[in-house]
């Protein structure tokens, strides 16, 4: 599907585990994103460059965010993240210029734990709150 300009909206199909790298990279009208609860891993630059996402929910299945998964995401505002997460790639939320709040599952200690690459906040604005144990 990269750079499948007119892609609006897509539901991953349940026996999808894994996202490929680049699988969603530059599709710009991309709005609405359904994750079933059997993907585990997200690839490289899966959604990078989905200018008119806004938000999106990470089922409690994943356990691997990868590099640049959300790169150029420049509307992207919020993202709700599992506590299965244990790690995320390099560049995760690079260019998410306008991301205001992460809402993370987990409670703060989990989120500590969680193995970040380095570089990974990057792209982050300094405002973004983190709210853990995240419930809705």
């Known amino acids: ?3 499948c300009t007119n892609l609006v909206g897509i539901k ?3 026996t999808v ?3 490929g790298d680049y699988a969603f990279m530059g599709c710009t009208n991309l709005v609405d994103i359904q994750i079933p609860n059997t993907v585990i891993s997200i690839g490289a630059c899966a959604f ?3 200018s008119k996402l806004t938000s999106i929910e990470i089922p409690n299945s994943v356990i691997e965010i990868h ?3 959300f790169g150029g995401c420049s509307n992207l505002t919020s993202i709700i993240l599992p506590n299965s997460v244990y790690s995320f790639g390099r560049y995760v ?3 998410c210029s306008r991301l205001e709040t992460i809402y993370y599952r987990g409670s703060e200690s989990d989120w500590n ?3 970040k690459a380095k570089g990974w906040a990057d792209g ?3 405002n973004c709150k983190i709210i853990y144990n995240y419930k809705g």
């Open 124 to 126: 982050i604005p300094k």
């Open 1 to 3: 599907f990269m750079d």
């Open 12 to 14: 991953i199909p349940n």
């Open 93 to 95: 939320f690079d260019d």
């Open 67 to 69: 590099d640049e998964v």
């Open 17 to 19: 585990i894994f996202i």
């Open 113 to 115: 734990a969680i193995k």
């Open 48 to 50: 990078a460059d989905c």
